[in-house]
């Protein structure tokens, strides 16, 4: 696997007018399809969209530009919550949730993000796969642990044999969160800044959801770091915090 240096795994995929960021290393197996979209092609979000019938094309024209228009979608309204949904016949168990695994090979599944990280999940020796939208709230709430046992669980993946990896985020240096937010996060991961007594701190989420996948039993060889800074990359990647309202989407399915 890559080793997890700030951002040296994602690859920029181009087909036709449309691109998005990958992990190679997810795509272990060659009919693994995955991404996050670049900024250029716009929002894709329902719920900061002027007109969704915009956006619903939009995601049309990329499903069928990842070779991925064959399959049902299941791209739920998101609430900032630690619950995995299992999707069987491109029918979802579960309400609110945030994390998405199938082992349905006809199944694509979605979230939308800007800053917060999304997360990929690979069945690498068989046909299950996922993916989470992980902010702070989710992240301490167990949402990577939670997806990695709910795999496990419901649909029999080995530990051994999933693949784990973070996309592009807010990175710990444009993340500064108070004493409420920062001691939710393990202090490797929660670098103090100012005066101490303020608990004020800058928080890596990326790094956060991978040390998570590792502590569910994940092994570490397993986990992959691609998440690019959204800060940083203007023109590339939106960024809540920068004041954007479009978001991306982190697509996953077998082509």
Known sequence: MVSPV??????????????WYRAPALSICPEIVHGVTHASLGNFSLSTADDPAEVEAR??????????????????????SAAVGVVDGGKMSGENVDALVTDDVRTVLAVTVADCVPVFFVDAAGAAFGVAHAGWRGMAGGIVRRTVEVMQRDLGVKLGNLLVGAGPAIRGPHYEVGPDVAGLFPEAFSVPVGDPADGRAQVDLPSCALAQAAGAGVPRDNVVDFALSTFDRVGDLFSHRRGDRARHWAFIGRA
């Not at 700030?6 to 691109?19: E, H, I, K």
């Not at 049309?60 to 791209?75: H, I, T």
Request: charged share 20%.
């Open 6 to 19: 700030l951002g040296t795994a994602a690859r920029l995929v181009t087909n036709g007018d449309a691109s």
């Open 59 to 80: 995601r049309q024209r990329l499903l069928r530009a990842a070779e991925l228009s064959f399959a049902r979608l299941v791209a739920p309204p998101l609430t900032h």
